[in-house]
């Protein structure tokens, strides 16, 4: 029995010698990476803005596309004055894509000398919104936005400016 414990601690002292240097783990130092690219930004350039009109007795529609190119429907006379679509300048990340989400709801213009109200609906932009709608050439682009007024008659919109407020969402895809 103890010729047999010396060979086995024998056996055991000759593996040893050879297996010492090997290792159960290894460890090793990686690296990690984050890039932080600018803010996505907008500003307003040119406000929404459908211009001078007379509703007559009737009302009606005026479509203002995002191109500036007015239509109208119903009783409404066009009366002159400055029109054109609204104009955001989207600054960014160069090449860059981002997405326009445009309102869901209308918005309403108040006559704030008699609380008279208009809706603006039909949103649409240039270029067209969606996910993907963008791409920050030189780390910005122009997108215009343009809706449809719908007017009231004399009686329902009178005289006077009206003026409102609506949300539109740019972000990074």
């Given at each position: 029995?103890?010729?047999?414990?010396?060979?086995?601690?024998?056996?055991?002292?000759?593996?040893?010698?050879?297996?010492?240097?090997?290792?159960?783990?290894?460890?090793?130092?990686?690296?990690?990476?984050?890039?932080?690219?600018?803010?996505?930004?907008?500003?307003?350039?040119?406000?929404?803005?459908?211009?001078?009109?007379?509703?007559?007795?009737?009302?009606?529609?005026?479509?203002?596309?995002?191109q500036g190119e007015l239509n109208t429907s119903g009783s409404l006379v066009l009366a002159g004055g400055t029109h054109n679509p609204a104009s955001f300048n989207i600054t960014g990340q160069t090449d860059a894509s981002f997405s326009i989400s445009l309102p869901s709801t209308p918005a309403i213009l108040t006559n704030f000398s008699n609380s008279k109200t208009m809706t603006v609906s039909g949103w649409e932009s240039l270029p067209p919104a969606g996910i993907g709608a963008g791409v920050l050439k030189g780390g910005s682009l122009a997108v215009n936005v343009g809706a449809t007024l719908t007017v009231g008659s004399m009686n329902d919109n009178p005289v006077g400016v009206y003026s409102g407020t609506y949300s539109i969402t740019f972000a990074y895809n």
């Open positions: 029995m103890k010729k047999l414990i010396i060979a086995f601690l024998g056996v055991a002292l000759f593996f040893g010698m050879f297996t010492q240097n090997v290792k159960a783990q290894s460890s090793i130092t990686a690296q990690a990476y984050a890039e932080v690219i600018a803010a996505l930004t907008a500003t307003e350039t040119s406000q929404l803005n459908f211009g001078r009109f007379s509703p007559e007795q009737q009302g009606g529609q005026i479509n203002l596309s995002p």
